[in-house]
């Protein structure tokens, strides 16, 4: 069985997998994984999906099932090293008791997610195990939708009865997760993903190390998301920082809009919504967003009951029921000689009325207020009443930016970050083509050139290399030596196997040329081609001597 590392299915003798187009003559850069390790004596491992400062996912092949899962492995960047082509994990000798500490509290806060395999927003973690001094996890694989191309895909923003049934599980799998210890920290647009079946599933799940400054990590804070005290070295974080990113990724999907980040909502705390939009949702959804997205937690919601409750119209509803049977139960407790007014009505009755009364009069008077320039909901969140979002930026950013390695070689890219404390480089898994930067050239970075710097240590940069153009001229090796030929079409990206055959013309060792091609001819990178190499003149037939 040949199995295509791009997407674990079956490739035959192919290089190029006719399923998915990934070149398997490539190699997984280190200190990732080889392609082709086999963790556990089961599962193959393949290309790798995403990075974080702690951990590392990867499509994985299982012998036994016959399924292609998900393989997470603990590989902290900065505690470890890994040469190219190794599976070992090296640890920092210095790092050695740090390392130890940080990959037990990885291994349990996945036997906690293994415990709460019923609850449909988590994953579904299938095995744990310890190997090449690290540790691995392995996860089901599930045909998703990002979450963000979903919210694209629905004119930009959900509705209201189309967000709810998707987020309220999610608000049950956090309260879960935190009353086992853990937490998951990073809930945000990028890490929420829809199912076939139309249900959120949540990803990027890491251990509260890697998800706050001041720790061995080096952290992955997403912006706008991201609770401010996640800014803050060492702060211990709780169910009130991810009811800070569950209220901002509700957000994104009510308006299509992030809140600003967490640094600058410190200096200007309003959150930005169009009147449209308030109008369009309910009020009690729009209060819930203020109050879970308060910038100081002592004023922020405090729990996911009351998460759940501000979320929902029973609350309210139930505060109406409470005070009719309070003010009821008050008076029919009074004395049978007050029994009747002077109108013949009881004191119940007249409770009653008035409650209902003044219900609807206070919905006559919030609608007033609510559809007309007088916004209370606006207001609160600090906004104008203006039909358009404003912008975030309304003074022109002075302070630090992201540096530019686009245009510049791989190893010079990694020389210069080597005098930027703080950065940290990671190559993505895959190099990719390029017909107008040469092969090891940085083509692309996130975040981008020129992007704001609003944090002070392990900004984590990824680059993308340049493989050269997709199509490669072979070289003239007419006359050269086989190693001479071999190393020129080495330099293409092409891969060479030598036939022999005499010749009178050229020496023994010497290159005839193309079996099948001559020079000038374009074939596609990786391509192995076949060299005519002379054997020397052909042998003369010693019976003709005679």
Excluded at 2 to 17: D, F, H, R, T, Y
Excluded at 381 to 401: K, Y
């Amino acid at each position: 069985m040949s199995l295509c590392m791009g997407c674990m299915q079956e490739k035959g003798e192919n290089v190029i997998c006719p399923s998915c187009g990934f070149d398997n003559s490539e190699k997984q850069q280190a200190p990732f994984l080889p392609y082709g390790t086999v963790l556990m004596n089961r599962y193959i491992v393949g290309a790798g999906i995403d990075n974080n400062g702690e951990s590392t996912r990867y499509l994985c092949y299982d012998k036994q099932t016959g399924e292609v899962l998900i393989v997470c492995e603990f590989l902290p960047i900065g505690l470890i090293g890994r040469g190219q082509g190794e599976t070992q994990v090296k640890v920092n000798y210095e790092d050695r008791n740090v390392y130890n500490k940080l990959k037990d509290d990885f291994i349990n806060y996945y036997k906690v997610l293994s415990e709460l395999r019923e609850l449909s927003a988590l994953l579904n973690v299938h095995n744990i195990f310890e190997e090449y001094n690290t540790a691995y996890v392995i996860e089901e694989n599930e045909d998703l939708i990002p979450f963000e191309e979903y919210v694209q895909r629905s004119n930009g923003n959900l509705e209201w009865d189309i967000a709810r049934p998707l987020f309220m599980p999610v608000i049950s799998a956090l309260e879960a997760l935190h009353k086992r210890g853990v937490g998951h920290y990073a809930i945000s647009p990028k890490n929420m993903f829809i199912t076939a079946s139309g249900k959120i599933k949540i990803s990027g799940f890491a251990t509260e190390n890697e998800r706050k400054r001041g720790t061995p990590l080096k952290s992955q804070l997403f912006s706008g998301a991201a609770a401010p005290e996640q800014y803050e070295r060492n702060f211990p974080l709780d169910d009130i920082t991810d009811i800070y990113g569950f209220c901002a990724t509700l957000f994104f999907a009510l308006t299509g809009n992030m809140p600003k980040s967490a640094p600058d909502r410190l200096k200007d705390s309003r959150l930005l919504m169009s009147t449209t939009t308030v109008k369009r949702l309910p009020p009690h959804v729009v209060s819930a967003l203020a109050n879970g997205l308060q910038v100081e937690r002592e004023n922020r919601i405090t729990d996911f009951d009351e998460l759940r409750s501000q979320l929902s119209v029973a609350h309210t509803a139930k505060a109406i029921q409470d005070e009719i049977s309070r003010t009821a139960s008050m008076n029919i407790s009074r004395s049978a000689d007050d029994k009747k007014t002077q109108n013949g009505m009881s004191p119940a009755t007249i409770t009653i009325i008035s409650v209902i009364a003044t219900v609807l009069v206070l919905g006559i008077v919030f609608a007033l207020l609510f559809f007309n320039n007088i916004n209370p909901f606006m207001n609160m969140l600090g906004g104008d009443t203006s039909a358009t979002v404003e912008s975030t930026a309304s003074t022109e950013w002075t302070g630090p930016t992201i540096p530019s390695y686009i245009g510049k070689t791989y190893e010079e890219v990694m020389k210069e970050a080597e005098g930027q404390p703080g950065i940290t480089i990671l190559r993505n898994f895959t190099d990719e083509y390029s017909d107008e930067y040469k092969e090891g050239v940085v083509i692309s970075q996130s975040p981008t050139a020129g992007s704001k710097v609003t944090q002070e240590d392990n900004l984590i940069i990824s680059v993308t290399v340049s493989k050269g153009p997709k199509m490669r001229e072979l070289p003239a090796i007419e006359g050269l030596t086989i190693d001479q030929a071999a190393a020129a079409i080495a330099d293409q990206g092409l891969l060479a196997t030598a036939e022999y055959q005499y010749s009178d013309k050229y020496a023994e060792g010497r290159v005839i040329g193309y079996k099948s091609q001559q020079k000038g001819d374009t074939v596609e990178y990786g391509t192995n081609v076949i060299v005519i190499v002379s054997r020397g003149k052909e042998p003369q037939d010693s019976s003709n001597n005679n």
